[in-house]
């Protein structure tokens, strides 16, 4: 019986690689010289620390631009509040979402279902397994779920027959 799985993966190495560009940036910048403006990455999160608000926005666009060249989905970044920090700054974590989160699971699971085709999808952890008898209906279910609007980038690994 055909199967595929969709899973919502990061690339930490890429990830990483976009960090050291950006703190390479940071060091070169004219606007940034000076500033006490910094990133660092820890497991699955980035700390952004930046001396003012308009530094943090410059950051923000410096992570997507980096993370695009990448081939990293900016989607994959779950933006924290910025908090104020010692000696005036501002700090920010954000997240690195690994894995399909339980409650989009059940929508996309929920969406599958109500398209009336012959597919059965099986929630197994962080990711969801999706079979059926023929692969145009697996087809037409990867292109139900890239039609969805769904925050998180999606994967579509393991296609079986």
Known sequence: MP???IVSRTDLQEVE???QGIRREIGQRFD???SKCAIERKEQELI???ADDFKLKQMHDLLATYLARRKVDARALEYGKPE???GGT???TVKIRNGIDQETAKSISKAIRDS????QAAIQGDE???SGKKRDDLQAVIALCREMKVDLPLQYVNFRD
């Open 3 to 5: 199967s595929f799985d």
């Open 17 to 19: 690689n976009a960090v």
């Open 32 to 34: 940034f010289k000076g």
């Open 48 to 50: 952004l620390l930046a």
């Open 84 to 86: 104020e920090a010692s």
């Open 90 to 92: 501002l700090r920010q």
């Open 116 to 119: 009336k085709l012959k597919v």
């Open 128 to 130: 969801l397994r999706v």
